[in-house]
């Protein structure tokens, strides 16, 4: 019903409509914390994903970086992209799992566990989204200081199986917002992790979804590097990042927790008056009590003034009517007056 419609009714029945505008209020207030949730979260993967796009670098710097990476990567004795992608390569079951793990594994599994846990868990969403915004600013940092172009682009022996064989990624993120020499870290383990995270820390007493967050970021690792787009340093780094975001977020929830407690505390501990205040609230109260006392003792004192004033009349009336009693004193002589002398010489 319209707020205009409200004053034609009747004030008998305008009381019934407080409850269920009471319940809209209650029932909008989490639907708008939802929506502004959604529109800060959306606002932060627009700005990544912008700032990303226009920071790419050159090719030959890109293709510089990498070549140190797999030069580091085959000193620590770890450089096996190849030989991990030719476990795959055989088999194209394999190869499309591999790819459809590394497209729907990522963004829409990110937004389907926003939206249950700001819906469910509100504690946990403000966690993810402020690791996965803080990771994402580092990130961004990397991405621009040292650009790093990925093994598909890297002339490295690796193919490109996800645009070989799917083009779903490339509209989930289309290539003018997406910067190409952006492997160094690998942000799809990265968040692919710090989701797994929350789902395992939320979910308790579910142990499939405990192992969905588990099996996550384990399966998004092997499928950025057997697809070609990451290394294992790459992993490595998105991993270290995540985690530093994760505990700067939790440590930034700690803060605000103990904040919380602090108002909570002030709000239920007694107020305690300035001397100024003390004294006005003593001498108002001193007042009330010499107010108070002046209306007690009019209030005693009045049934004996009634009683007096009832007998001066009762006596009045009977000395109008039979005389003055016996036992009534004379009345004095009236003193002559000064003038009274000189008329009588």
Do not use: K
Not at 97 to 118: Q, R
Not at 212 to 226: R, Y
Request: aromatic residues 8%; proline residues 7%.
């Amino acid at each position: 019903m319209s707020p205009l419609a409200l004053l034609f009714i009747p004030p008998s029945r305008a009381r019934v409509w407080r409850v269920p505008r009471q319940r809209e209020l209650a029932v909008a207030a989490p639907v708008r914390r939802l929506l502004t949730e959604i529109a800060l979260f959306a606002l932060g993967v627009f700005v990544y994903f912008g700032v990303r796009g226009l920071t790419e670098s050159s090719l030959e710097t890109a293709q510089r970086h990498a070549r140190a990476i797999v030069g580091l990567e085959r000193d620590l004795g770890i450089f096996a992209e190849q030989s991990a992608q030719r476990l795959i390569a055989g088999h194209s079951e394999l190869v499309t799992l591999a790819n459809w793990v590394y497209i729907w594994g990522h963004w829409p599994v990110i937004i389907t566990t926003a939206l249950w846990l700001a819906v469910r868990h509100p504690d946990g969403y403000r966690f993810l989204r402020n690791a996965m915004l803080i990771s994402g600013l580092i990130g961004i940092v990397v991405f621009v200081s040292y650009p790093v172009a990925p093994p598909r682009l890297a002339d490295v022996g690796l193919l490109d199986t996800v645009t070989m064989h799917s083009d779903a990624y490339r509209v989930l993120q289309p290539p003018a917002l997406v910067n190409q020499y952006a492997a160094m870290p690998s942000l799809h383990v990265g968040w692919d992790l710090l989701v797994g995270l929350t789902i395992f820390r939320m979910a308790r007493g579910r142990p499939v979804l405990r192992a969905v967050g588990v099996a996550m970021p384990v399966l998004m690792g092997i499928a950025v590097v057997v697809t070609g787009n990451h290394y294992f340093l790459d992993v490595v780094a998105g991993v270290a990042i995540a985690l530093t975001g994760a505990w700067i977020s939790y440590r930034f929830a700690g803060v605000r927790a103990v904040r919380a407690a602090l108002r909570r505390r002030r709000a239920l501990r007694p107020q305690v008056p300035s001397p100024e205040a003390a004294e006005l609230v003593a001498l108002g109260l001193a007042r009330q009590d010499d107010r108070a006392v002046t209306v007690d003792a009019g209030r005693r004192l009045a049934p004996a003034a009634a009683t007096a004033a009832a007998t001066a009349a009762a006596t009045a009336t009977a000395a109008g009517a039979d005389g003055p009693p016996a036992d009534a004193p004379a009345a004095l002589p009236r003193p002559r007056r000064a003038l009274d002398g000189c008329s009588a010489r």
